[in-house]
């Protein structure tokens, strides 16, 4: 069965840090597909990316990014110079390609200090 | 215009009691989702629906019954509430699994029960 491991239970860091959320995932699928989700503290679940299997390509998106290793089956997410508006439960998720079930990670807490 | 949308946002009910939730996506989508969120965070998925059928049932214990009027509505009714169902569930929709589409949240439903 696949597994998605976020070993950061919570990271706190002050204003304009750079951090990094690891995710390391586990399967035997050929075809898979890796998501990031932002819940703050109103609770609601933001997509944030979406990576399949084949597109080893990171990404940046402002203030984030996102670096794929299938060598190390990582999928890690930085933010760099951090905000309080950063402070969030940041979620790794996991689908197989062809099944429409998403295996999320624990979860790591954030939290931006002023 | 809301997306995915639930209702109520909270629900508080004693136990024994039988409840529902109510989800309602304007996507277009296909596929809907229940998930349930744990007092550590944990989401796991319980149902999907894809026009109106049944595809995914993850051992959720047969007091919880989805049901799904049209594919835009996935409804979620719990008889026999216990404690152990307080939680916060939440509905999902995506486009479909052929179009490998990220899945996107509602708002929640904060479920307490007493």
């Known amino acids: 069965a696949q597994k998605v491991t976020q070993a950061q239970t919570e990271i706190s860091v002050v204003e304009k840090e750079d951090v990094t959320l690891d995710c390391v995932y586990e399967t035997r699928d050929t075809t898979y597909y890796l998501f990031w989700y932002k819940q703050p503290p109103s609770g609601e679940l933001v997509f944030l990316i979406r990576r399949n299997s084949f597109d080893e390509q990171n990404e940046i998106s402002g203030r984030y990014s996102w670096n794929f290793q299938k060598s190390t089956s990582s999928f890690n997410f930085t933010i760099t110079a951090s905000q309080v508006v950063d402070s969030a439960v940041y979620f790794c998720?996991?689908?197989?390609?062809?099944?429409?079930?998403?295996?999320f990670g624990k979860g790591t807490k954030l939290t931006v200090n002023p | 215009d809301t997306a995915v949308s639930q209702t109520p946002k909270y629900l508080v009910t004693q136990m024994g009691n039988d409840k529902s939730i109510k989800c309602e996506q304007n996507?277009?989508?296909?596929?809907m989702y229940w998930y349930k969120q744990d007092s550590k965070k944990f989401l796991k998925i319980m149902f999907s629906y894809n026009n109106k059928e049944l595809i995914i049932n993850e051992t959720v214990p047969n007091r919880f019954s989805p049901k799904s009027p049209d594919k835009a509505h996935l409804n979620l009714h719990i008889n026999s509430l216990e404690l152990g169902d307080s939680a916060v569930y939440f509905c999902a929709s995506s486009p479909g699994v052929t179009l490998n589409n990220e899945q996107f949240f509602g708002p929640g439903t904060r479920l307490t029960v007493l």
């Open positions: 996507l277009g989508h296909d596929t």
């Open positions: 998720a996991y689908r197989q390609g062809g099944s429409e079930k998403l295996v």
